[in-house]
Every structure is written in structure tokens, then in C-alpha cells.
């Protein structure tokens, strides 16, 4: 089954404390990205990777660092996660970056997390 | 400044009854506009995809509709069902400085069917 895999599911961890959220995907997609989504506010980017080894800012990146060592994986690092990190997270795959042609982002499941 | 605003924030409805969601977009250049479907705690998924070119497109009981010219767009669910309740959220891509499209994501429309 095609499909995008985060864990955890639910995180609680508190302030400071290094944590990593994983992403992988089985459908040998280029692009993958990250975003956070708090209430009010519309889904924003917080990375993307255009292919291995390949990662830029989107339009919210501090406090967060990601890596693409391998095509299906792009796990979402927070090295001294703060309260106002505080969001539910989604990682997203695709086979190209957003285009003018019919390019279906695949979403994970999410991550909520909760630093306190 | 490039967004996407949707309304009404909020909508309950009857089972079987029918709904129309919308979307304003003040993005420029425009690409294309997604509408997803969001249920609660999950990740969003794709409905319908539109192109400049488009002005409405069909996925069973749901029908996008795109005027390109006052950018507008609208989603409508035909004879409602329990399982429509979700938050459907318009998306539209725009092209970025870094030379690639990205996406500029409404808040999102919660729609509750009641029995």
C-alpha cells in the first residue's frame, strides 16, 4: 500500500530535550516536505527536499533541521524544542515538486506534539 | 502578499442535504487549486486537482468549481453523508523565488453532517 509512515504518532517531551520525528515513504517520491499546522492557521512549510541530499527552508524553519540521506526517509529534527513548537505535523510526499501539472501530494498520518 | 482564504470558517449541516464551500485566492502567478479533505487527526487527502484551464472537475458527489478571472473557487457536496464531516481545506500553488511552485494553504472549512 502506498503511503506515507510518521512516528510518533503523539509526542510529549519537554523543553530542550533533542528529538527526531521520522518520515518515510514507499512510493520512491523526489519531493518530500515538512509542515506544521496550528489552529487558525493554514498548513505552512517548514522544510522541503527536492532529493537525496537536496533540502531547503520553507517558510518556517527555525528551531528545525531535516536531513536526506536516502530517498524514502526525511525525519524532522528539533534540537532544543520550545513551547511554541507546540503543533501538529505533517510530512508530505510527491513525485515532483508542486507543478503546473497534476503532482498529488501524499500527507502522513501527523504528529502532535507537545513541548512543555 | 500571496493567500488563500476560505468561508465559512465553521458549517453544520443536515445528512442529505447539500453544501457549497468557498475559496478567494489572491496569488499570483497562479498554477493550480487543490481541495483536500481533512479528517480529524489526520493528514490531508486530495480531492480534486484544477489547472488554469479548468472550471470544474468531479469526484463522485463532490464538484470543484475555478473562476480563474475573480479567483474564486468553490467546493460542492451533493446528498451529504456522516462521513463528509472533516475539515476541507483549498490549496493553491504558486511559483516560489527559489525557481520551484509551492503550496499556500486556506485555514480550512470544518463541516459537520448531522444525523
Known amino acids: 500500500e502506498a503511503q506515507v509512515t510518521q512516528n510518533p504518532r503523539y509526542l510529549i517531551t519537554v523543553t530542550g530535550k533533542k528529538l527526531t520525528v521520522t518520515c518515510s515513504q514507499n512510493?520512491?517520491?523526489?519531493?518530500m516536505s515538512w509542515y506544521r499546522q496550528d489552529p487558525g492557521l493554514g498548513l505552512r512549510q517548514i522544510y522541503y527536499s527536492m532529493n537525496v541530499e537536496v533540502t531547503d527552508k520553507g517558510d518556517v524553519p527555525e528551531g528545525y533541521k531535516v536531513s536526506r540521506k536516502e530517498k524514502r526517509n526525511f525525519p524532522l529534527i528539533l534540537e532544543s524544542p520550545s513551547p511554541n513548537q507546540t503543533s501538529l505535523y505533517f510530512c508530505a510526499s510527491s513525485f515532483n515538486p508542486p507543478t503546473g501539472r497534476d503532482t498529488e501530494a501524499f500527507f502522513g498520518q501527523g504528529t502532535r506534539l507537545t513541548v512543555v | 502578499k500571496n493567500q488563500v482564504e476560505q468561508s465559512p470558517q465553521s458549517l453544520i449541516i443536515l445528512e442529505g442535504k447539500n453544501c457549497t464551500l468557498q475559496c478567494n485566492y489572491t496569488v499570483s502567478p497562479f498554477s493550480n487549486l487543490r481541495w483536500y479533505k481533512q479528517d480529524t487527526g489526520r493528514g490531508p487527502v486530495s480531492l480534486t486537482i484544477?489547472?488554469?484551464?479548468?472550471n470544474t472537475k468531479s469526484n463522485g458527489r463532490y464538484t470543484a468549481t475555478l473562476d480563474a478571472d475573480t479567483k474564486q473557487s468553490s467546493l460542492h457536496i451533493t446528498a451529504s453523508q456522516l462521513s463528509d464531516s472533516a475539515s476541507y481545506i483549498c490549496v493553491v500553488s504558486s511559483f516560489a523565488t527559489s525557481g520551484t511552485y509551492k503550496y499556500i494553504f486556506g485555514t480550512g472549512t470544518r463541516l459537520k453532517v448531522l444525523a
Open positions: 512510493m520512491n517520491h523526489e519531493y
Open positions: 484544477m489547472t488554469f484551464s479548468e
